[in-house]
């Protein structure tokens, strides 16, 4: 049964492929608005690598879905800087942002029982005063009902470069063309799977972030929300 006090906190959604923005537009959103953030990814990649550290199979579903279920993670927040994530306890932050747990995140993300045992993980984030979720399935499926919706793209090759950039920065060796294969496979993998395929809810706004600054974007966002005070939508 759907919750009526859950169903009415107010959600934006911000889906979109790998290096569209997303994390970093979401986080700055929802820090001006002072509302929750569901980096809903970081759940997959958070399966995807508890599933590497058991051994498990990537073939094997039904191993992988125990692993969703079994599975803890938290986020600590630490002001003014990306959250920490806890893998059953372990700091896994640094690991969880490598190109490996990506590409084993699309993988089990594409096991119909691993998003399911991770669907009701996702909505409990639906808390007072709001929530800001981002993925690739946030406004068609987790949250279809959310009164914002935004779809973030950017070229391939923008996405490459930018996610080059993070890498670099953190000290990762990465070449620009091994990133853009990456980036076009996991993308053509995450549009063509069966269950909640990537793709713009009918009723989100698209937004091309191709050449636009971080903050332009911010506030692209944040003017498709009711100004503040104004009765909610
Ligand atoms: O957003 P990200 O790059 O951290 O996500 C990693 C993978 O997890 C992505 O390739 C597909 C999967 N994913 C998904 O299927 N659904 C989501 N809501 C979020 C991520």
Do not use: E
């Given at each position: 049964m759907t919750d009526p006090v859950a169903t009415a906190v107010p959600v934006l959604t911000i889906d979109g492929p790998s290096g569209s923005g997303k994390g970093t537009i979401s986080r700055l959103v929802a820090s001006r608005l002072g509302w929750h953030y569901l980096d809903s990814g970081a759940l997959y990649r958070a399966v995807g690598i508890a599933a590497g550290w058991a051994d498990l199979?990537?073939?094997d579903a039904s191993a992988l879905v125990r692993c969703a279920f079994d599975t803890e993670v938290s986020f600590v927040d630490e002001a003014g800087e990306e959250p920490h994530v806890l893998v059953n306890g372990v700091d896994a932050t640094t690991d969880l942002r490598t190109e490996t747990a990506g590409a084993a995140a699309s993988a089990i993300a594409a096991i119909p029982e691993v998003r399911s045992a991770l669907r009701d993980r996702q909505r409990?984030?639906?808390?007072?005063?709001g929530l800001v979720a981002d993925g690739r399935d946030m406004g068609t499926?987790?949250?279809?009902?959310?009164?914002h919706k935004v779809f973030l793209t950017a070229s391939a090759e923008e996405r490459a470069e930018r996610r080059y950039k993070q890498l670099k920065e953190k000290g990762v060796s990465v070449t620009l063309d091994g990133l853009l294969r990456e980036i076009l496979a996991r993308d053509a993998r995450d549009a063509s799977?069966?269950?909640?395929?990537?793709r713009p809810a009918p009723d989100a706004v698209c937004i091309d972030?191709?050449?636009?600054?971080i903050d332009t974007v911010v506030e692209r966002v944040l003017a498709l929300l009711p100004a503040p005070g104004a009765p909610p939508v």
């Open positions: 199979d990537l073939s409990a984030f639906r808390q007072p005063p499926i987790i949250f279809p009902d959310a009164a799977r069966a269950v909640a395929p990537l972030t191709t050449g636009l600054p």
